[in-house]
């Protein structure tokens, strides 16, 4: 046999395994075949571009690569109800008559767009921003369902999703216990996004194809000719295929869906709904963000019914007290649940919700489960703690929620305030996590962030797990995080409700600690994004004696930085700008502090003072707010451009 003819035999059988789910031949007579390849190619140094050993992963990749698509990738308009689907079918009608539709699942995964030349594949990458994405060829390499080679010999693009099969999920878990994969949408991302092919090749993924980006000649005229295309070159289809002409039979194949959602070995979210005709969808043409011609009709977030058996409550580092709901074991979304939130004692009040009752619960994506409400009557109360669960103490009650008062003894919030205070976006103690906090606590005494500073290397070689390097590394940390900006130390301290975004813009108009503990809460809510709760949270946190000795500590420690405020100079200098959507070659902490290292000034929220907003892939409601408001806005490229300057 030769390599051709040994490599077709392979393919076919891969084929027959993933793709038609309908094997002719045992693993043994695959495996056996496939080692005779692989001597072959190491005997002749030759390696066919479609042979089956190219899908094994190949060497770490150093980055990610940016790759511009032949042509722009659009995200889809969204309908909420069968109303609103109701309506974007009459204005179809409207523009164009009788038409006919295609419904298809729409999968819950990550979109990755397949370049093939000549018959073979020659690129792949995420959707990133439409128009540039990340090059995951070798990692899409490794997932079987994508062809190495297909019939059609023109230059095509084609687009499809990037998923983890349940069963898939289940089985890998079953096999790392001690690394479970989270979800099965966050597995596929991760494995597509990962520098390593073969962390890619170990997580089976399989890839839906659903689109067409661009063809320089091929004569495909619908969706329906595209998905017989796919199929034709052995890629998978959608498992749910019609078409149709009415609005009536869009609802009734949405609602089969639906009502087979849970049965499905795959995560999805909704179903797309699709002019079948491609001459037509050219008349109707695009929006700036969406093609007319497409809509995806989102389902709810799924829920399911059990008992609620207990609640156990849980201290946060203000002392908070969140209530736990425990549950009767219960598959949703491709997990297990056992424990939901019930966010506090109020809406726990409000739901009326019981122990040794059933409730709905909610989860969507990685969504923390919720517990949405009763699902019946009866059970048993649920009562309010009169004293904290960790340390006994009294209990103080602000709106819904239900304080711990005893901030400087109560062990978890402890904690959390010092985990929190190392974290990397406050004051980036390199080397202690919430396991290390929990020794320092135990072993050492270390009750307070400034008790961090009194440590020394001996100190840290106490403990478990730690060496001389080690040791050093951690007080190198803190002697670093002595010289923190004020806006990461602002955020390290751990004001209620006040995130990194908030504590940069209490640092640009209080310019110190000292000053914005002056600050009453008019003058608080006259910044973007401050309300009266987030306000009256930071008054009350400087009016705590415990929380000024901890400041007064640090400050004698040497730790009391102050706001730059010199003249600034860039690109966006003066500049007030907001980031929306999602960028490919940056996250968004990274463009926020080029911004800033170029004179701007990164807000939150959109208003009348911001002078500058970028947009990335799909931005929200921020980017409708700024063309209302005429702001300038940017994209990408755009903002790169602006940063050569």
């Known amino acids: 046999m030769t390599m051709e003819e040994m490599v077709a035999q392979l393919n076919k059988w891969a084929y027959e395994y993933y793709v038609l789910d309908n094997p002719s031949v045992s693993d043994v007579q695959y495996d056996a075949l496939y080692d005779r390849l692989v001597l072959l190619e190491k005997q002749t140094g030759t390696v066919l571009p479609d042979s089956p050993t190219r ?200 609602e089969l869906i639906g009502s087979q959602r849970g049965s499905y070995d795959f995560l999805l979210d909704g179903v797309v709904i699709k002019v079948d005709d491609f001459a037509l969808r050219e008349q109707l043409g695009y929006t700036d963000k969406f093609p007319r011609w497409a809509i995806a009709y989102k389902f709810d977030a799924e829920q399911v019914t059990t008992k609620l058996c207990g609640v156990e409550w849980q201290v946060g580092r203000t002392g908070k007290l969140t209530p736990i709901g425990k549950l009767d074991p219960v598959e949703l979304c491709g997990a297990t649940i056992k424990r939901a939130t019930l966010n506090n004692y109020g809406d726990i009040v409000r739901k009326r919700l019981k122990t040794d009752a059933l409730v709905f619960v909610r989860r969507s994506n990685d969504v923390i489960p919720e517990v949405l409400g009763a699902a019946e009557n009866g059970g048993n109360e649920i009562d309010k703690p009169d004293k904290c669960p960790a340390c006994g103490c009294g209990l103080q009650e602000v709106g819904a929620n239900l304080y711990c008062v005893n901030a400087e003894h109560c062990l978890p919030q402890i904690v959390a305030r010092i985990t929190h205070y190392c974290s990397k976006n406050a004051c980036d103690v390199d080397g202690i996590s919430e396991k290390t906090v929990k020794l320092l606590v135990d072993e050492l005494g270390v009750h307070s962030v400034a008790d961090l500073y009194t440590l020394s290397t001996d100190d840290l070689l106490k403990l478990e797990g730690f060496k001389q390097k080690k040791a050093q590394n951690v007080i190198d940390a803190l002697n670093k995080s002595v010289h923190v900006s004020l806006a990461h130390y602002i955020y390290a301290l751990g004001l209620d409700n006040v995130g990194a975004v908030t504590a940069k813009d209490l640092a640009a108009r209080f310019g110190s600690v000292d000053e914005l503990a002056k600050a009453t809460a008019q003058q608080l809510v006259q910044i973007d994004g401050i309300g009266d709760v987030v306000a009256d949270g930071i008054v009350q946190y400087f009016r705590e004696p415990q929380n000024l000795e901890i400041i007064a500590r640090l400050k004698a420690i040497g730790i009391d930085p102050k706001y730059e405020n010199a003249v600034k100079q860039g690109a966006f200098a003066g500049k007030k700008v907001v980031l929306t959507g999602s960028l490919t070659k940056y996250t968004r902490s990274q463009a926020g502090a080029l911004i800033e290292q170029n004179g701007g000034e990164v807000a939150a929220t959109v208003s009348k003072s911001v002078n500058l907003v970028v947009s990335g892939a799909d931005a929200g409601s921020k980017l409708d707010k700024a063309r209302a408001l005429g702001i300038q806005v940017i994209d990408e490229a755009q903002f790169e451009q602006m940063l050569c300057e």
């Open 55 to 254: 899908r094994v992963g190949g060497e770490t990749l150093k980055n990610f690569e940016r790759h511009t698509h032949l042509k722009r990738l659009y995200s889809l308009d969204k309908a909420q109800s069968f109303g609103e689907l109701e309506d974007w079918v009459e204005k179809v009608r409207r523009a164009l008559g009788d038409v006919w539709f295609t419904v298809e699942i729409k999968y819950d995964g990550l979109t990755i767009s397949v370049t093939y030349r000549d018959g073979v594949m020659t690129g792949a990458a995420t959707r990133g921003n439409g128009v540039v994405g990340e090059d995951v060829t070798e990692q899409v390499k490794t997932i079987r369902t994508v062809p190495l080679t297909i019939p059609y010999k023109g230059v095509c693009e084609l687009q499809g999703e990037g998923i983890m099969r349940l069963s898939v999920l289940d089985k890998y878990n079953r096999a790392h216990p001690d690394d479970p994969l989270k979800n099965a949408r966050n597995a596929a991302a991760g494995a597509i996004r990962n520098l390593n092919p073969k962390v890619t090749a170990q997580r089976n993924l399989d890839v839906v194809f659903h689109s067409m980006g661009y063809n320089d000649n091929a004569d495909i005229r619908s969706q329906s000719q595209l998905n017989d295309f796919f199929a034709q070159c052995g890629m998978v289809t959608n498992y749910v295929f019609r078409r149709v002409s009415t609005f009536e039979e869009i609802k009734r194949t949405i």
